[in-house]
């Protein structure tokens, strides 16, 4: 099976790896770390990122286990959150968006959040769905 980027973060992953060519160091050592959390908040790695690429040397990726989290309500929260972030036209902050990156792992894995992360996810949300917090 060859190794795939979920469509939602492709155009972000694009404008990210072209900013890595950027004179101004800075901005390509951010450019970087935010291709890593992209990557990282869409479930996949730089190694699938290398595999699209140079698709020659195979890669394991462990399948994703079907069970009801799938279909739970946190992993299409997951999914709305990781492809806003991935949108460079929605309305979210880069701390937002770093932050959805950081915690959308956590969401999908139906792992404790704190009250404050779980605040902070329904205010962005809401943010994304157009409602004023």
Not at 1 to 23: E, K, N, Y
Not at 83 to 101: C, G, M
Request: charged share 30%; proline share 5%; hydrophobic share 40%.
């Amino acid at each position: 099976m060859a190794a795939t980027l979920p469509s939602v973060i492709a155009p972000r992953v694009a404008d990210l790896v072209r900013l890595l060519g950027s004179d101004e160091d800075a901005e390509a050592l951010d450019a970087a770390r935010a291709l890593r959390r992209t990557l990282v908040g869409a479930g996949v790695d730089l190694d699938v990122l290398a595999a699209v690429i140079s698709p020659t040397e195979p890669i394991r990726v462990s399948p994703v286990r079907s069970s009801r989290r799938t279909t739970s309500i946190r992993c299409r929260q997951a999914d709305k959150l990781t492809k806003a972030a991935a949108d460079p036209y929605s309305n979210l902050t880069r701390w937002e968006r770093d932050f959805i990156a950081s915690n959308v792992p956590a969401l999908r894995s139906d792992a404790d959040l704190s009250e404050k992360q779980t605040a902070t996810l329904k205010r962005v949300l809401s943010k994304i769905r157009g409602h004023r917090s």
